[in-house]
């Protein structure tokens, strides 16, 4: 009698199998229906829906950079949004000042930003945890008051306006043409995000993040990888801020605060700490958390539900309360974040129909 048996669960045999990107063919299917998908969303969706995608997008790259750092190499961070303002206002200094195209000037402040995120990550090489917190928290109120102060580089508090994208002289001046560009560098960056953490550097930050003493028995540089982190990290910042200038045109300094850098933090702790997709499902749902809790208020507005004016300017103050709360009831319930959802409901299907 011949017996068949079918891999069951996590079934790999070997180290290539271990590092691939797409463990199955459905995945790999899944990834290019979802492509697929985002490139036909402007045809159906409305601007402001492709409005809310660019926004997705570049915050989705912030999320990831800022993961790569506190996720993935276990280094904390409260100053990721200076580094995302660094890449917002040095895009649009290198265009206006020098007339270096867009095109070219979104991954010089991206450079930029690395340069000074590894300048300001230098004491990672000798502190951690908490101590860590309070450099990277100064360092987001040295580059504020920078950024308030240097009236040649931001334009001070008036702020700076932005070029829009042009390339080869084909500019990208509608919502629907440049969702396709943020979604080209979304693309680009999570690909090399996820190939980054398969590499020998990747599994470095790892091994530093799970036991740096015994990382350091094994050979890795200490230093040298937690200061590449912050390098990484800042140029993803860095790219996201210039995404997002040139997208709105305008670029002011009072956007780029501490409560942008927190924002930054809740993306990746409700994603998920560790995880490329996580950082995305985070961006996703804080972009997204805030239209719907208005919908829900208008929507109890419009049904007459609620009358009473003091009510409904209450509820508006809760729907802000709101977004706190949800975060508070992940690290409760859901420390995982929501990728953790997704990998239960992935299981599910590889292990059907046994129980185990």
């Known amino acids: 009698m011949n017996f068949s048996f079918r891999p069951c669960g996590d079934f ?20 290019l229906g979802g492509i697929a998908v985002l490139l036909l969303s402007p045809l159906y969706l409305g601007s402001y829906g492709v409005t809310l995608l660019i926004q997705i997008g570049y915050m989705g790259i912030g999320a990831l950079g800022l993961n790569i750092l506190t996720g993935f190499t276990g280094q904390i961070s409260l100053g990721h949004a ?44 000798r502190i951690k ?25 931001t334009g001070g508090v008036a702020g700076a306006h932005a070029k829009p994208v042009t390339i080869f002289g084909y500019a990208l001046d509608t919502e629907q043409k440049y969702f396709y560009f943020v979604l080209a560098w979304v693309i680009a960056l999570y690909v090399y995000a996820t190939n980054l953490m398969r590499s020998r550097d990747g599994r470095a930050f790892v091994a530093i993040r799970d036991h740096d003493i015994s990382a350091e028995i094994m050979g890795i540089n200490l230093s040298r990888y937690r200061i590449l982190s912050f390098g990484i990290s800042s140029f993803y910042a860095g790219i996201a801020g210039a995404l997002m200038g040139h997208y709105l045109s305008f670029v002011s300094t009072e956007s780029i605060n501490i409560l942008l850098s927190i924002q930054f933090i ?6 998920g700490l560790g995880s490329v997709m996580g950082s995305m499902l985070g961006a996703i749902f804080m972009v997204l958390l805030p239209e719907v809790l208005e919908g829900v208020v208008v929507l109890l507005k419009n049904a007459a539900l609620i009358t009473s004016p003091n009510i409904l300017n209450g ?26 959802r997704w990998q239960l409901v992935k299981a599910y299907w590889k292990l059907y129909p046994f129980p185990h």
């Not at 045999?13 to 995945?27: C, E």
């Not at 200094?93 to 195209?101: A, H, I, M, R, T």
């Open 129 to 153: 945890g908490l101590y860590l917190a309070i450099a990277t928290l100064a360092a987001q109120y040295v580059l504020e008051d920078f950024f308030a102060r240097a009236e040649w580089f």
């Open 266 to 271: 809740g993306m990746i702790i409700i994603g």
């Open 82 to 125: 200076a580094f995302f303002g660094l890449g917002a206002f040095g895009s649009t200094y290198f265009s206006n000042k020098y007339g270096v195209p867009v095109l070219f000037a979104i991954p010089l402040a991206g450079l930029l930003a690395a340069l000074v995120g590894m300048t300001f990550g230098l004491p990672a090489a």
């Open 315 to 340: 509820l508006n103050f809760m729907r802000e309360a709101m977004i706190g709360l949800i975060i508070v009831l992940f690290l409760m319930f859901e420390p995982d974040g929501l990728i953790h």
């Open 12 to 31: 790999r045999v070997s180290y290539d199998a271990d590092k691939t990107i797409f463990p199955t063919r459905w995945s790999l299917y899944f990834i």
